[in-house]
């Protein structure tokens, strides 16, 4: 089959699975990649209604959709959402670790509960969801796996100490499970976003002078879309990443290069 521009679409019967695709980056991704002919599981946790419209659009524009509960801190929870997509689509091909959350607490102040939860959601929940779709993978002679970390994978992020941890420690499972996984046909990148237009940045997008801060550091002067990480995930998702493996790929306006601290 063809998109509306001629071309073949680039996950066409392949399935995928996006966690925390009520929202943000991961609903574009979930998007997206229907778009390019994958069927869809669209697990989500809050944001029930945004993730059950999306999966009843896509279904309404033939693609195969499914929105699905499921807490990814939870092993029970992944299991059973893993093996839901399963049996629903027949295989699973792509999954994108892509639920997070983030807290500014400056580090003096870090509680204990929200230190376990930001490394349950931003890294634990990716270690559950990649081993239980990796196993499946295995039996299935391969796949892709894409983490959304973040730019603050490789650089310090004051007052969001756990959240830094958890995602430096994501570039780790990446790198780690790019060698492990690469003999079974896995792979397994992440995507590094830099500021990028979504709920999770509500308290900046509702600040003009934060807004306007952002467009002096960033090199090309903008806070990013959903739609442009949604690109790259695409392109780590599709054969066309076929020898890319163990890789970040930053999504930051080059923020990351910027001479002046953050
Ligand atoms: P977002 O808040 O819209 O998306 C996060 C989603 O994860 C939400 O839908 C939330 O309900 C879901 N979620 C939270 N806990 C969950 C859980 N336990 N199980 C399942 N789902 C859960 O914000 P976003 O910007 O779209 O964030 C997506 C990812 O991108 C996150 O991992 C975030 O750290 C990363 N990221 C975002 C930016 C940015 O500037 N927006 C920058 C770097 C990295």
């Known amino acids: 089959m063809t998109s509306g521009s001629g071309r073949s ?13 009520g929202s943000g980056i991961g609903y574009a991704i979930a998007e997206r990649f229907a778009h390019e002919g994958a069927a869809v599981a669209i697990d989500y946790l809050g944001h029930s209604e945004d993730a059950q419209a999306l999966a009843r659009d896509l279904s309404a524009e033939g693609a195969k959709a499914v929105a699905l509960e499921a807490d990814v801190t939870n092993a029970a929870a992944v299991e059973a959402l893993i093996a839901q997509v399963v049996e629903r689509f027949g295989s699973l091909d792509v999954l994108v670790n892509n639920a997070g959350i983030e807290k500014s607490q400056p580090l003096l102040e870090v509680d204990e509960a929200s230190w376990d939860r930001t490394l349950a959601v931003d890294l634990k929940g990716p270690f559950l969801c990649l081993q239980a779709a990796a196993r499946r993978m295995k039996e299935s002679g391969g796949g892709s796996i894409v983490n959304i970390s973040s730019i603050h994978e490789d650089f310090p992020f004051p007052s969001f100490t756990p959240y830094a941890a958890a995602k430096g420690g994501l570039r780790m499972l990446m790198r780690n499970a790019a060698l492990e996984l ?32 952002l467009q002096e550091i960033v090199p090309l002067q903008r806070m990013g879309t959903p739609e442009e990480v949604a690109e790259v995930a695409l392109f780590l998702a599709s054969g066309r990443s076929s020898y890319v493996t163990g890789s970040t790929y930053f999504v930051d306006g080059g923020i990351v290069r910027h001479a002046e601290p953050l």
């Open 9 to 21: 679409r680039e996950l066409e019967g392949k399935v995928a699975l996006v966690t925390g695709a």
């Open 182 to 213: 690469a003999p079974l046909g896995i792979r397994v990148n992440n995507i590094a976003p830099g500021a990028i237009a979504t709920p999770i940045n509500a308290a900046t997008l509702a600040d003009p002078a934060k807004v306007q801060r």
